[in-house]
Every structure is written in C-alpha cells, then in structure tokens.
C-alpha cells in the first residue's frame, strides 16, 4: 500500500470489488458515509447509516465489501455528519446518540476510526468533549479524523461547527485528531495547500481532498499534476481524498478503480510498474 493516504469516501453504495482486487491495493482508507442522529415518527432516538438503520437488510453487500476491505488491510472509517447533519441530535442528547455509535462501532466492528465531518454549529465545548470521550473509550490507536472546508484550514475564522481548528488543533484534544481531510472544493491548488502549510499545520496531517464534480477528465490531468508538485515538495505529504467513490475522476463510473491507481502512481513514482500503466 501507499504510505500516503488514498482515500475513497464511500456513500452512493455501487460495490467495492474492483478495488479490492488491485494488485498490490492502492486504497489506504475508506470512509463510509454517511451517520446521522435524529428522531424517527415515534420520537426515538436513532443513527442511520444514510436514511436507514445500520443493520438494516438493504446493507448486506455494504458490509459484505467493507469487511474484505477490512480483511485486506484496508482502514476503515465510519464519517459522521456531513451535509445530512447529525451534530444537533447528538448533543442534544449526547449519552443516549454516543451509546447507539458505540452500538454500531460494536456489531459492525469494522473501523480504525471516525471521521467528524461537522456541518453543524456545536461550539468548541461539545467538540471537544466528544474527540475525549472517543479518545477515552477506545484509545490512540482509534483514528480520529477530521473534515474542514479549505477556508477554515487556511484562515484562524470560525468553520461551520462554530469553533476555530487552530485552536482545536493546538488543544490537547487536537493532539488525539490523526489528520484533517481538507475539503479543497473549489480552490484544488498547490497555493491553497501552501496556505494551510504557512498556518501552521503539519503537511503529514493534511490531506488534499477533492470533490468529483469539480474535474472533467482535461482538469483532472491538471489536478493530478499539482499532487505531484505538493508530493516532491512535502516528503510527508498527507495524501489525497476524493469525494466521491462512485464517479471519481478521470470520469467513467464504470472505472472507479482508475482514480486510486493513478492517485498511487503519483505518490509512489518508485513502485508503480504496474498493469495499467507498463
């Protein structure tokens, strides 16, 4: 595998198998997405996994694929939150949504870790007391991952959680967060990445993350050179992430496996004599 991150995020659910066939794996992480709290029609409580219930029969292929992931070495991380929300709910009853994570972390107990992608304002206080109860209850191997648009990387302003990541960062509750899956939606440049650089983020915890619909297959060309000039720039680049798995650049939905091998031929110049590209 890579040592850089290759990271699919994984939530439009259309089978995993051509990427755990590749020979040696390219994919680092896969975060599954995406968990929500909320209330169903009875008022109970809940997490679903998209719109339904984790153990729900519709996923049986999900988590048939994302335990040979697994099985092969592959990181799996559950995301949390995202545009779907999930933050309100679960610090609005924070014992009772935390009990049904750990639930799942449980029965489907397939994650490395988690990855807190927060589109919702909660303030510094419940960030933090949530990364501690995480760190608390499954220690430092557990991954902690966290997924910040660019601006919040690049400038010391609140995101859209209500908090400032410096701050976070430069917390002890930020030694706990293993790297930022920066959302560089719009601004997929070395300049920007540079920025999150210059304000003080370690380039080993910044992964350089892209949105599919941002690249056609000509500006994916482009984008792919910039990874390689931030790559010969940073030995300990953090990696690349692409939302998302289904139709991922250069562009076929049918290919999705094409995006990690040439993410990986990128990273790893030295070791990428492989079918697709001999």
């Not at 040696?24 to 975060?31: A, E, F, L, S």
């Not at 930020?174 to 300049?191: L, T, V």
């Not at 790559?231 to 798995?245: A, L, P, S, T």
């Amino acid at each position: 595998m890579s040592k850089n991150r290759i990271i699919y995020y994984y939530q439009t659910f259309t089978g995993l198998k051509p990427i755990l066939e590749q020979d040696p794996i390219k994919v680092t992480h896969i975060h599954l997405a995406a968990f929500h709290f909320g209330l169903d029609e009875n008022n109970k409580e809940y997490i679903h996994l998209n719109n339904y219930p984790p153990d729900n029969p519709k996923f049986k292929s999900v988590w048939q694929d994302i335990k040979s992931a697994y099985e092969k070495g592959i990181k799996i991380i559950y995301m949390i939150g995202g545009a779907g929300g999930a933050y309100d709910a679960l610090f609005s009853n924070f014992e009772t949504y935390y009990k049904l994570l750990q639930n799942t972390l449980k029965n489907f107990p397939y994650a490395a870790g988690v990855d807190l992608d927060v589109e919702q304002y909660v303030g510094m206080k419940n960030i933090k007391k949530l990364i501690n109860r995480i760190n608390e209850d499954y220690g430092t191997e557990f991954i902690i991952s966290i997924a910040p648009v660019a601006y919040s990387l690049t400038t010391d302003i609140n995101g859209m959680g209500g908090f400032i990541y410096k701050e976070l960062y430069e917390s002890e509750e930020g030694k706990c967060i293993n790297y930022f899956n920066g959302q560089f939606y719009g601004c997929y440049d070395k300049e920007t990445y540079d920025d999150v650089i210059k304000n003080g983020y370690p380039s080993s915890q910044v992964v350089f993350g892209m949105v599919s619909s941002d690249f056609s297959k000509s500006t994916f060309n482009n984008a792919c050179d910039i990874i390689e000039s931030i790559k010969n720039q940073y030995d300990n680049f953090g990696g690349v992430f692409v939302w998302e798995y289904f139709d991922c650049p250069p562009g076929s939905p049918t290919n999705s496996e094409e995006w990690s091998n040439i993410i990986y031929k990128i990273l790893n110049p030295s070791n990428s004599c492989f079918s697709c590209f001999c």
